[in-house]
């Protein structure tokens, strides 16, 4: 595939989606990005707004097969991975896949699994494989998480640890919709729209998971000029030092940023990199990856502040 194609399909998909999810479309722009990317993505929000019907409808659009895991704090690491089965008529264990096997995969309030759990998807998130009794397992070609987590009840939750919110390119923030948006919900459910039933949803898909293996593949022809690459990399030290952080970012979100840089030109139209696409990219890839000072959070200081402070205070490179 062409990389001028990858836009016309992406902004199909995103059409799509649109059918389906009235507003958020801070949340829709992050998730084609990821999408094309090859990026996972943790969906922060309250109850209600849409985030499991966002990963039902984007598996719909690209026709790719879909699982939903309701994390719980007895869920295991063998219920999501799979177990090995003795099969007393052939003499021999077989393997049987578990809801990780597929193209897509909602993580709902993964907070809520003990670490031991959450644990078992660093390899998948990472490696794109499973290893279960020794036996190492590939996954899909195009497997990515989406996982949720509710910011308001932390009672019975396992907060992520900082190696695993590493692995999600994005942290996105899916808010409520405005009064606007939430009547057009409200018509839309009186037209025969139910969250629930997929076959109201009146979605075509518009790729296949090989054609979304090659939008990715495509990414990764995009051009990034060395200031860019240097620009991206100061950002991400200054993290490091910046006054109101005790922790920032980590290499791997370099990283990150670049691979979302590239996607959101391709969006743009565009086959190289622009610092417009870094800055814009820079809070849902690093506002997971650096920890607030006690002191910061009492003063009512965020993430996104500090990430914004932190850019302000690199020097934007010509091109």
């Known amino acids: 595939m062409q990389l001028s194609d990858v836009a016309p399909v992406v902004e199909g998909i995103r059409q799509e989606l649109a059918k389906v999810i009235v507003g958020q479309e801070a949340v829709l722009d992050q998730t084609s990005v990821a999408l094309i990317a090859g990026g ?11 985030k499991t019907l966002l990963v039902r409808a984007l598996a ?26 003795y099969r007393s008529d052939s003499g021999r264990f077989d393997f049987r896949p578990g809801p990780l096997f597929a193209d897509l995969v909602l993580a709902d309030e993964i907070n809520r699994a003990p670490a031991k759990t959450q644990s078992a998807l660093l390899e998948a998130m990472q490696e794109l494989q ?3 009794d020794g036996q190492v397992h590939p996954l899909s070609k195009v497997f990515t998480v989406f996982a949720t987590q509710n910011p308001i009840e932390y009672e019975g939750t396992y907060p992520l640890p900082e190696a695993q919110l590493d692995r999600f390119m994005f942290k996105t923030l899916v808010g409520y919709p405005e009064a606007a948006e939430e009547v057009q919900i409200l018509e839309r459910c009186q037209g025969g729209f139910d969250a629930a039933r997929s076959a109201t949803f009146g979605i075509e898909p518009r790729a296949t998971i090989d054609q979304l293996a090659e939008l990715r593949e495509a990414v990764r022809q995009v051009q990034v000029a060395p200031a860019v690459l240097g620009y991206i990399t100061a950002i991400v030290r200054a993290t490091r030092t910046f006054h109101l952080l005790t922790l920032g970012a980590s290499p ?38 650096i920890v607030l000072k006690p002191e910061a959070e009492i003063e009512g200081a965020t993430a996104d502040q500090c990430v914004k402070q932190v850019i302000d205070r690199v020097e934007v490179p010509r091109l």
């Open 40 to 50: 996972h993505v943790l969906l922060e929000g309250p109850p209600g707004t849409a």
């Open 130 to 132: 499973a290893t279960v």
């Open 252 to 289: 791997r979100a370099s990283v990150m940023m670049l691979q979302a840089s590239k996607a959101l030109a391709v969006l743009r139209g565009r086959s190289f990199v622009t610092p417009d696409d870094v800055r814009d990219m820079a809070a849902p890839a690093l506002r997971h990856r």
């Open 60 to 85: 719909q659009v690209v026709r790719g097969e879909f699982r939903r895991i309701q994390f719980t704090p007895d869920l295991m690491p063998a219920d999501i991975v799979g177990v090995n089965i």
